[in-house]
């Protein structure tokens, strides 16, 4: 038997090495780690000369050499070249399938003359040393990366895949490759876009299928008007941090005071965590001239509630806590839990914020039921397809738009017309410049 070293920057490319060398019917003997790459000490037969070993040796060698030794294809679990397909499908099926046992080299009578004797003679006190647990140790963080890589391999192959499907679908239908842009430019979701294209009609020009499908955007997109002003009762107004709530409940209030009176409104201040949060609101009660409270936990609201129970509008101003943040849970409890009156709830949501932010936000909020949304800082906004498309996604009614600081006059019912028409004037005014500059940073690449 020669033994024989191998490197390489990987397991792989190592493997890779003695099978080109050595054959499959290679031994590994043992693997080492090193800064630089992997090592491997691989073992081949060469038949030892029988007649220079005693007769006793002689059967020991034949008696070890009837066993066929592990080859390498065994080792790695590989039969040959595979193709891409079937790299892949290993991969996905790897995940399933428990690590193989740990492989044993095969035991063979060393000749008593051989090349290079001191680097087998320390190889063999190596393997033979190692522990049974730091081997299958060392094999499992081979698998391991030699999954990893394909894995990475895999996810290249379908965005390529992907890419070129998408390439296709754009040569055979370029109208339809041309809308979706304008789609996820105006800032409608990928998804959204897609399902509002599949009913756009074949045979129409660019400027009719445009038309039509803000037309069919305007029908999905579900909107109340006036509706809290509209129905007396209590209205709690949740939300994160820095949305607006505080000033869209001033707005409320002084715009109910007005259309009912000032003794037929009240605010309860659930935010006692802010500073400054009970005074501001204190100083915007005082200036419409409507009461003014701070509820501490459940009972204190209720208590409150009772209290305020002949008035025609009653807004809670909740605190606002990021989504990640647990004070958030311990709020929707204390909204739960009381259950002697009927509270209206709605999601105040800052209209020019990221998608995916906003879909978080609906999702940790529908833990109460959301009668709606109000949509704030409008006047922000560059774009707000975005905004429209969490709203149809989830099917949620937007009631109010709020643009600017002016209490109480920035604060409109929700339009469907105004949002869409809004939307799609905010694209022409952004969103060609947009391309434009992306057309300059390509090119400039190009050169």
Same mark, same amino acid.
């Given at each position: 038997m020669k033994i024989r070293r191998f490197y390489g920057k990987d397991m792989r490319e190592a493997l890779k090495k003695v099978k080109d060398e050595l054959g499959g019917e290679a031994v590994i003997m043992s693997n080492k780690k090193h800064a630089d790459g992997i090592e491997i000490i691989a073992a081949y037969d060469k038949e030892p000369d029988e007649q220079l070993l005693p007769k006793k040796d002689q059967l020991k060698v034949q008696a070890n050499l009837s066993r066929p030794p592990p080859t390498l294809s065994e080792i790695i679990g590989d039969s040959g070249p595979d193709s891409l397909k079937a790299l892949l499908e290993k991969q996905s099926q790897s995940a399933s399938t428990s690590i193989p046992k740990e492989v044993r080299p095969v035991s063979v009578v060393q000749p008593q003359v051989y090349s290079d004797s001191a680097i087998s003679a320390s190889s063999h006190a190596h393997y033979s040393s190692q522990p049974n647990n730091q081997q299958n140790n060392q094999q499992q963080d081979a698998l391991k990366e030699m999954r990893q890589e394909l894995s990475s391999l895999r996810h290249i192959l379908q965005f390529q895949v992907s890419g070129l499907i998408e390439q296709e679908k754009n040569r055979k239908h370029p109208l339809h490759g041309y809308l979706l842009q304008r789609l996820q430019q105006m800032g409608i979701s990928d998804n959204l876009a897609e399902e509002v294209l599949s009913y756009a009609p074949e045979s129409a020009d660019e400027r009719q299928s445009w038309l039509f499908l803000l037309k069919l955007l305007a029908n999905r997109l579900q909107t109340k008007h006036d509706d809290i002003l509209s129905q007396p009762g209590v209205v709690a107004l949740m939300g994160p941090t820095g949305v607006g709530k505080t000033t869209t409940i001033a707005k409320l209030a002084a715009q109910a005071a007005h259309k009912f009176g000032v003794d037929q409104v009240a605010i309860i201040t659930l935010?006692?965590?802010?500073?400054?949060?009970?005074?501001?609101?204190?100083?915007?009660?005082?200036?419409?001239?409507?009461?003014?409270?701070?509820?501490?936990?459940?009972?204190?609201?209720?208590?409150?509630?009772?209290?305020?129970?002949?008035?025609?509008?009653?807004?809670?101003?909740?605190?606002?806590?990021?989504?990640?943040?647990?004070?958030?849970?311990?709020?929707?409890?204390?909204?739960?839990?009381?259950?002697?009156?009927?509270?209206?709830h709605y999601l105040v949501m800052q209209a020019n914020c990221q998608y995916r932010v906003m879909q978080q936000t609906v999702n940790e909020y529908r833990q109460i039921s959301l009668q709606g949304c109000i949509l704030t800082k409008l006047d922000e906004c560059? %774009?707000?397809?975005?905004?429209?498309?969490?709203?149809?996604?989830?099917?949620?009614?937007?009631?109010?738009?709020?643009?600017?600081?002016?209490?109480?006059?920035?604060?409109? %019912?929700? %339009?469907?017309?105004?949002?869409?028409?809004?939307?799609?004037?905010?694209?022409?005014k952004f969103g060609l410049i947009h391309n434009r500059a992306n057309d300059i940073n390509n090119a400039a690449v190009a050169v």
């Open positions: 935010d006692n965590y802010r500073i400054g949060a009970y005074e501001q609101i204190a100083t915007y009660g005082k200036i419409i001239g409507c009461s003014v409270k701070q509820a501490q936990n459940s009972n204190e609201l209720s208590d409150l509630l009772h209290q305020f129970r002949n008035k025609r509008l009653v807004l809670v101003d909740t605190a606002g806590f990021s989504q990640k943040d647990a004070r958030l849970i311990k709020q929707l409890d204390t909204m739960k839990q009381n259950t002697r009156v009927n509270i209206r560059y %774009s707000l397809g975005e905004v429209i498309s969490v709203a149809i996604e989830n099917k949620l009614q937007i009631c109010y738009l709020a643009d600017g600081q002016r209490v109480p006059e920035d604060l409109q %019912s929700a %339009s469907t017309k105004f949002l869409i028409t809004s939307a799609a004037k905010l694209y022409k």
